[in-house]
């Protein structure tokens, strides 16, 4: 009896000190990672212990010191509290960054009492007036997030009032408000919470919303699937049933919808969601806190196929892939190497690639860009890269809009980005700091009707009239299907892609429009870089300033990139001064209004007025120099077999590789012996090896109504598909397949078969 009793003392003790020792830990866990929340504010404003960039910020503090008037600044308008002003929230970064200096010991205001009571001055002011903005964000995220900052700083040291005070303006991040939905900017809103429970010390609210975090690392439901897979088949008077949570976030293509527009928000808000999640991730580390194994691998293979594949080259934001973002001075510059770093400190998952993307960000690293083609199905955005260049294409259909509404104001002119955009890189800078003086009319890639003036901006945003729109991708090659047809404009027209190692095919069919405006698309429109040539009726030669129609044109050359025509024929090419401002593109109260100049290459073939069946084919060869140009058989290897309306076609010779476009069912006759079979629309990708036998088949279907996709070739076929059924009809001398197709949130992807 007495051993029972020991025993059972022993066990009661060792249950409780192991509850001990948990609080212990965790509390242990809090202190930790509430000092690496402390050190990232600091480092936020100060990255580095060096002299200079300590003196660079205490000099940027000495100057709000200065203008300080013991309760505000003079310059913020704070009776602005508009969507397109708001700018008061400066108030509340003047605060931190002399809270930073206040706490930084190699500052030379490291504990000055004056600058404390300034601190207490300002924020006691805030309480007071306690500023509400017209948009959401300011009021659930901006003003939160930097109190709460704030507070993790100096509210050890701050009177209680203020304090109690400014809680009730931080609890404004509330998860079950509107601003925090799923999908959206839930992340963003719990990570104040987050950093508030580490102010208050409340370790049981901190786990309960780390989980919160966790659990926004997932994979969503398109919101077109609960109206039959296509918005054209529904009510569209319906559009209400969109404002709730579905569709918002992580697609199965490793894009990222921040609204239910089917909009690609992946290098915007879907950046902000993944650093959110990995800035977190890489708080919690090696503690009790930490985030699952399997979410950080969901979040690493959105991080590199998504947001580093709609990259340039891993490093630049495309600006095909941007918003209404393109109306921020400086919102193309290159990402650094901060997330991917953290990535590392949290994961092995993947570590090679996202030290190569590290290497790509770090100027003193070797690079190595690496290959790719991707489609992104749920988002309609395709990317294709080699290691000199890159380059992509947007679209939209049923399944999403074409743009992003101008919300507060910004991105007044994007009525067209949408409509086919093309931009192409070899450094990543084409194409920095354009929209202030960028025609909204010339997008690369687009066909657009030439409108006196841009319908109003409340325009922007609509839904795609046409189901036919995708791409076939096996990983490194692809190509692109648009059945475009405007949503501003009587205007149709089919446009495609086909991407190759050193050169990529443009064309486009069917061209037809009602307007009495001219119809032009354009080759591109960029920064202009060095001196522009041509050759045209025989002749090479540079253009200088000089813009206008130039007959006969076989190809131009401007900044290493070559527009090479198959057929010689009439180019209208701007190589001047271009004006405009930021003002004219956002309406925000920090827009400039000055006047900027920008010199703009723009080149585009013009369909003339009301086009009936018009057409166009380009080569674009980037990464190529002038000299290499007058090799006649430079893209030679590159046969167009089709360009009309029902079918578009090219076959690489060198490379064996046939990519097609059907948009009906049809045959097409590449050489002798050589045919192929479609019995539905679809896109198709075939290469050949060296003895001539099908090796490799990727297909997809653009309208996603198809369950099986039916063909046949002329050639031969050795592999096995998972995916597919092959056989061999000797009599008619064709293989024929019959391939499953991806349903559901996988519809639109590729199938490869080899």
Known sequence: ?????????????????????????????????????????????????????????????????SEFDGEKWPYILYENVSREGFDNTIHLYNLLKMAVAYKYPQSQYFNKKSVFKNIVKGLIFWCDEDFVGENWWNNQIGTPITLVNLMLMVGDELPSDPVRRSQKIINRANI??????????????????????????????????????????????????????????????????????????LQYDDSFHHRTDGVNNTLSYGLGWSSAYVEWAHYVRNTAYAFPAEKSKILVDYYLDGVCKTAVFGVRPDYGAKNRSISRPGNTKPYDAAVPLKILDITTYRAEEIMEVVRMRTANLPVNKLSHATFFWNSEHFTFQRPDFFTSVRMYSTRNMNMESPYNSEGLLNH???????????????????SPVLDYQKIPGATIVQKDQLPHHNQIKKLGLTDFVGATTDGHYGLVGFDFKSVHDPLVARKSW???????????????????????????????????????????????????????????????????????????IENELAIGSWWRISKQIDSSKSTKQREVFKTWINHGVSPDRASYAYIVRPHTTLEELYDKDVVSYIEILSNTPYLQAVYNHSQKLLQVVFYKAGEL??????????????????????????????????????????????????????????????????????????????????????
């Open 498 to 572: 086909f991407f190759f190692d050193e050169a990529y095919v443009c064309l486009g069919a069917g061209i037809s429009s009602k307007s009495k405006n001219e119809v032009h698309t354009t080759l591109n429109q960029s920064l202009l870089k060095g001196t522009v040539h041509i050759a045209a009726n025989g002749q090479v030669y540079p253009l200088g300033n000089k813009s206008g129609v130039h007959r006969g044109v076989k190809w131009i050359h401007h900044d290493n990139i070559a527009y090479m025509l198959p057929q010689a024929q009439d180019i209208s």
């Open 1 to 65: 009896m007495q051993n029972f009793m020991h025993r059972n003392y022993f066990h009661y003790y060792l249950f409780f000190y192991l509850l001990c020792w948990q609080a212990y830990a965790q509390q242990t866990d809090i202190e930790i990672i509430k000092s690496r929340v402390y050190n990232a504010i600091i480092r936020n404003y100060i990255d580095s212990d060096a002299p200079a960039l300590t003196a660079s910020f205490d000099g940027e503090v000495k100057t709000i010191l």
């Open 176 to 249: 079950n408000k509107g601003g925090s939905r799923p999908g959206g900017d839930r992340i963003k809103v719990s990570s104040i919470a987050a950093k508030n429970q580490l102010f208050l010390n409340d370790s049981s609210q901190f786990n309960l919303i780390i989980n919160i975090i966790a659990q926004e690392v997932k994979f969503v439901d398109w919101i077109g699937s609960e109206f039959g897979y296509t918005y054209s088949k529904t009510d569209r008077g319906g559009f209400k049933e969109f404002l709730k949570a579905n569709g918002r976030g």
């Open 669 to 754: 006759k590449v050489q002798d012996g050589f045919v192929i079979k479609s019995a539905a629309p679809g896109i198709v990708m075939m290469a050949l090896n060296d003895s001539g036998e099908l090796a490799k088949l990727s297909v997809s279907d653009p309208n996603r109504e198809l369950s099986k996709m039916m063909l046949t070739v002329s050639k031969k076929f050795k592999g096995k598909g998972i995916h597919s059924k092959s056989s061999w009809n000797a009599a008619q001398g064709m293989t024929e397949f019959v391939i499953d197709l991806p349903q559901g949130g996988w519809a639109g992807k590729s199938v490869v078969i080899e």
């Open 416 to 434: 067209h980005r949408g409509d086919g955009a093309n931009h192409i890189y070899t450094r990543g800078n084409e194409y920095e700091d354009i």
